[in-house]
């Protein structure tokens, strides 16, 4: 997945390691045009002793950023490389052995991608899930402004979607084209109302992943009303038989999501 394009493109078009240039992602990256508190309180807080166990991600990611001012090695450049690879082309094994090495999850290629990106694209939860118990963050943007999440959002990874709002992924988050992860789902519904899946079950499927997908950015926001809409969305689309039920559903879907992009526009004013 290690190639150029943002999040823009996966909608268009849907959705291994290897030599210099690295890996090129799946079409979902192909075209990136388209479409306080005191500091008495602070000072306690840093004196205070974590609890044995798990190192919390945010101190992994601040001593990573620490690291990275200083420049990696010849030795530690490789594995930055080997750990964007072996996200890639879905090396759960290899990940895991990097990251125990103490591989910085957060160093990002010379167009700012870092392992989360490519494993976000990919829809692989369990590496996803790794990287950020290792302090990778879910808010790092690409080049081309792309979170992890609107990777995910336009490849319709619902599970990786779901790892990363409970991971802390921000629903608000722009790329550089002003769009958050709402509006790729709503250029995906666009691209289903043109009509180009002639497979009434593919259109359902993607459907049903975008309702998903909603749910998740709604319960995040914390719009329950506006969640038990789509159940009842979710509840018609098991009902159809033909591909204008379907079309249908999809209407109405297009319009509810379009709704949500005006309530959040409100919200932030």
């Not at 490519?118 to 402004?145: E, K, M, T, W, Y």
Request: aromatic letters at 2%; glycine letters at 10%.
């Amino acid at each position: 997945m290690e190639g150029g394009g943002g999040a823009a493109a996966a909608p268009d078009a849907g959705p291994g390691p290897g030599p210099e240039p690295e890996p090129e992602p799946g079409t979902g990256l192909a075209l990136g045009a388209v479409t306080g508190a005191p500091l008495g309180c602070l000072h306690v807080l840093w004196q205070r002793e974590e609890p044995a166990g798990k190192i919390p991600a945010r101190r992994l990611r601040r001593a990573a950023r620490l690291h990275r001012r200083l420049g990696p090695t010849g030795k530690e450049s490789h594995a930055l490389k080997r750990l964007r690879e072996a996200a890639n082309s879905n090396d759960l094994d290899t990940v895991q052995q990097l990251l125990e090495d103490g591989t910085d999850p957060c160093a990002a290629d010379d167009k700012g991608r870092t392992a989360l990106h490519f494993a976000s694209c990919n829809g692989n939860d369990h590496i996803v899930q790794l990287l950020l118990d290792h302090g990778a963050d879910p808010n790092q943007r690409d080049g081309l402004g792309n979170t992890p999440l609107h990777l995910a959002a336009c490849t319709n990874h619902v599970p990786v979607i779901t790892t990363l709002l409970r991971g802390g992924a921000r629903v608000d988050a722009l790329d550089r084209a002003g769009r958050t992860p709402l509006h790729l789902a709503k250029s995906k519904l666009n691209i289903l109302q043109e009509g180009l899946s002639h497979s009434l079950e593919a259109v359902r499927l993607e459907v049903k992943q975008i309702i998903q997908m909603l749910r998740e950015y709604l319960e995040r926001l914390g719009r329950h009303e506006q969640k038990e809409q789509l159940d009842d969305l979710c509840s018609r689309l098991q009902m159809t038989s033909t591909k204008e039920q379907v079309d249908e559903v999809t209407d109405l879907l297009a319009s509810f999501t379009s709704l949500s992009l005006q309530m959040q526009k409100m919200e932030k004013r």
